[in-house]
């Protein structure tokens, strides 16, 4: 595994603008490729060189930058579609990409100075991060120091920045949530992704040990939650949605493609199979038949309800700074989630004994769709219990809306 930065060659400049439908072609281009070397990105632990180097080549980290920065300042909805189709293809690597091409919004939330030096030399942005607060966060003349170690690192491997979380203590002011930004050169990557399902995120712990982060290069993670950075407010109305709903229209696709991955995979198993002791078309045979159609329906389902979900994301309301429509936002996308797990472990009952060996896909979209739907962000009960409350008229405490 790499752990060093800098070992891929830096974009040369600006790209030339494209269309969503470009984009998207683009991604189904290169889908193909992600499947092809699946099993190797499991093997790595990381996206693949070429991998990442194919979607730097396409334009597809760009889709979310701001044209003031040289990106095609694309809607939501096209990173999403093009999350998901390369997630069908390679779970891993889709969530990686989501997170590259989120990185892009994710920026905004920062001064504009911090937004000037993270697209300085190219449109796009390596960035990895974690939800969880360091150990220490001090204010200092000009800006804060952090020491730490945080988990979950996802596409830690080739980032060129790392985000982190903590609590700004000391100094003048009251303690106070904030999110960072730090060159990874400041960072150390502790290789602790030794995992059961999406095994290829490079997903590591970061670390930093008195690490001094100027002032232009923190912001707030209360503002950030309810869309009113200052950053935010600097550019058009995408950018300035509340942080988690946002968050979801990049994680939520990797399950959908991922499932669709999977009912194609199945599909294409079953009519290749044959039974042990019969030697049967495993085709002919009724439950087989009703578990295809059961999974090509739940696979439909979801796409549908990714799509509504991203309808009513984009329709710009200030509504959405509402906590009770913020959480209503959260338990679409947890649902979503809990349909596609229910959606594998129906298809995974199917599966044979050969679908569980290494070289099958299905066991693959089966361990990435289950590991997936217990992220803390995507959690149904957590969610489902926010919304409920709300709906009752009780106090919540969810820090995540």
């Not at 470009?22 to 290169?30: F, H, T, V, W, Y």
């Not at 949530?177 to 995120?201: H, I, K, N, S, Y």
């Not at 982060?213 to 407010?233: D, I, K, N, T, Y």
Request: aromatic fraction near 8%; glycine fraction near 8%.
């Amino acid at each position: 595994m790499r752990t060093c930065n800098g070992a891929l060659p830096a974009h040369d400049g600006q790209i030339m603008t494209l269309s969503a439908q470009e984009l998207i072609g683009r991604a189904q281009e290169l889908a193909p490729g992600f499947a092809a070397r699946a099993q190797r990105t499991e093997e790595r632990r990381a996206p693949l060189d070429e991998s990442l180097r194919e979607m730097i080549d396409a334009g597809l980290l760009a889709t979310l930058t701001p044209k003031v920065y040289g990106g095609h300042e694309l809607p939501v909805a096209t990173m999403s579609h093009i999350v998901a189709t390369l997630s069908a293809a390679c779970p891993s690597s889709g969530w990686v990409s989501a997170f590259y091409m989120g990185a892009a919004w994710r920026a905004m939330i920062f001064p504009q100075a911090a937004q000037r030096e993270l697209f300085a030399d190219k449109p796009y942005l390596l960035n990895a991060g974690q939800a969880a607060p360091l150990r220490e966060v001090q204010r200092v003349t000009g800006g804060y120091r952090l020491s730490g170690q945080t988990p979950w690192s996802s596409g830690s491997v080739h980032a060129e920045w790392v985000t982190f979380m903590g609590v700004a203590q000391g100094g003048d002011g009251p303690p106070e949530p904030l999110v960072f930004m730090v060159p990874r050169g400041e960072t150390e990557l502790v290789d602790t992704w030794q995992v059961a399902g999406m095994r290829g995120t490079g997903s590591n712990d970061m670390r930093v040990e008195d690490v001094f982060v100027p002032a232009h290069r923190a912001a707030s993670f209360v503002a950030a939650l309810e869309g009113r950075c200052p950053g935010q407010a600097l550019h058009g109305a995408m950018y300035r949605q509340p942080f988690i709903p946002f968050l979801m229209c990049e994680v939520v696709p990797v399950l959908v493609g991922a499932l669709r991955g999977a009912a194609q995979a199945f599909t294409e198993r079953t009519l290749a199979r044959q039974v042990t002791f019969t030697g049967a078309r495993a085709a002919s045979r009724q439950a087989a038949q009703m578990r295809v159609g059961r999974g090509l329906a739940a696979a439909d389902a979801a796409e549908t309800l990714l799509d509504a979900y991203l309808e009513r994301y984009m329709r710009v309301r200030a509504e959405q700074n509402d906590i009770a429509d913020r959480a209503a936002m959260k338990l679409k996308a947890a649902f979503i989630t809990d349909l596609c797990r229910n959606a594998i472990n129906d298809l995974a009952r199917g599966f044979g004994g050969d679908g569980f060996r290494e070289q099958s896909p299905l066991q693959r979209y089966f361990r990435d769709i289950n590991m997936l739907a217990v992220h803390a962000f995507l959690d149904i009960d957590t969610a489902a219990e926010t919304a409920g409350r709300l709906a009752l008229e009780l106090p919540t405490d969810d820090p995540l809306l």
